[in-house]
């Protein structure tokens, strides 16, 4: 987009606009002087991470990726494109849904006990370039921790009100499956501002579409264009090539079925072998939600209750009356794949798997959830197991 015809005119919800690659500072300026603390994906410690940022240069500008199983490395891109790489191990959840948070703390003196809970004062929250399969981690997570019975206080203060501008992904890395997941390389709810970033002829730009009054209010007041049809088409064709690009993909249909009736499916002891049960996938997957409390005593009296995220690979994690259920390897992987891809559904009414492809980058022995489900579609017999999976969890 040329600067000519950049403008300030009034962008409604659902109108698409184009930003030149400046407009991308402009935005995260703009959101800051709003009084939002922004985050985007930076790059820490050799990987891609959810970390703050002040301006566009924060963001892993030149920076590739390459994912495959048990692997992941960054390495300097010949172009200067800020989203040219897959997620990292670090999702969005975190911030959201806090590896270890104080739940309250207590200062005995005593008879008397002085309860105090930490206040929910968080600044609001501006994300710029989350992905689409995190928007779909993030619906996942709502539903959970947000929307059903059980409301948790301190992710819907941090959740709501959260401004996301996601960027829709030109580049899937090998071990991506969001196309089988329906959750991405598009992105079509969920988002304040939707992005795709256009590097060709026409230059460095991104289209920008307004999902709601703060996306639309944003743009509004930053210097945008028009977009023009070859800008749109420019974006289909860079959607067309990501999806084509995919690394794997996942055979969904009749998939919570197929792992209902599979029960007894050697393939479970086969990756039960492999497996470390270290839960690196548990950790670095955006829905995986399992926590555990744990209190412990300061050396000035005070008592602290901590959430810390916990795994169904922890043997302690299925402990039930004396003893673990789930007592093998292979019982905890089942317990795991069958939950995201089968009784999710029942529990949620949705999958609890959006393919974004982490729990195969960084499992150390590179076991790869859609090969274990294919290698059980290859030999189902159709006829269900001893025991039905539904209900049963161990
Ligand atoms: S199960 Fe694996 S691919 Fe699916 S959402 Fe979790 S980490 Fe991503
Ligand atoms: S599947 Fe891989 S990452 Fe997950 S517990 Fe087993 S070895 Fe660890």
Known sequence: ???????????????????????????????????????GPVVRDGAIMPGPISGASDLPVGVADEQGPGRYRLSAAPHSRFFDWAVGPGSWKAEFFPAVQELWRANVDG???????????????????MRPCEVASLAVLDRVLMEGSYRDPRYAQRREGTFVAVVECASPAATC?????????????????????????????????????????????????????????????????????MGRELDTEGLAGLLARNIDHPQWAEVGDRCLSCANCTLVCPTCFCSDVRDSSELDGTIVRRRAWSSCFDLEHSYLHGGAVRTSTSSRYRQWMTHKLSTWWDQFDTTGCVGCGRCIAWCPVGIDITEEAAAIARSDTGLASRVELRGVTS
């Open 1 to 39: 987009m040329g600067t000519e015809r950049a403008t300030r005119g009034t962008v409604r919800p659902g109108d698409v606009a184009v930003l030149d690659a400046n407009g991308l500072d402009a935005l995260i300026r703009r959101l800051r002087e709003l009084g939002f603390e922004t985050k």
């Open 111 to 129: 008879a008397s006990v002085a309860l105090m809970e930490p206040i929910l004062d968080a600044p609001p929250l501006a994300i710029v370039g």
């Open 177 to 245: 499956f969001c196309a089988s997941m329906a959750s991405g390389p598009s992105v079509d709810v969920g988002f304040d501002l939707a992005l795709t970033e256009l590097d060709d002829e026409r230059g460095h730009r991104f289209v920008a579409r307004a999902g709601t009054e703060s996306g639309a209010e944003l743009l509004s007041s930053i210097d945008h264009g028009s977009a023009s049809t070859e800008d749109l088409n420019a974006r289909e064709q860079v959607l067309v090539a990501a999806r084509a690009r």
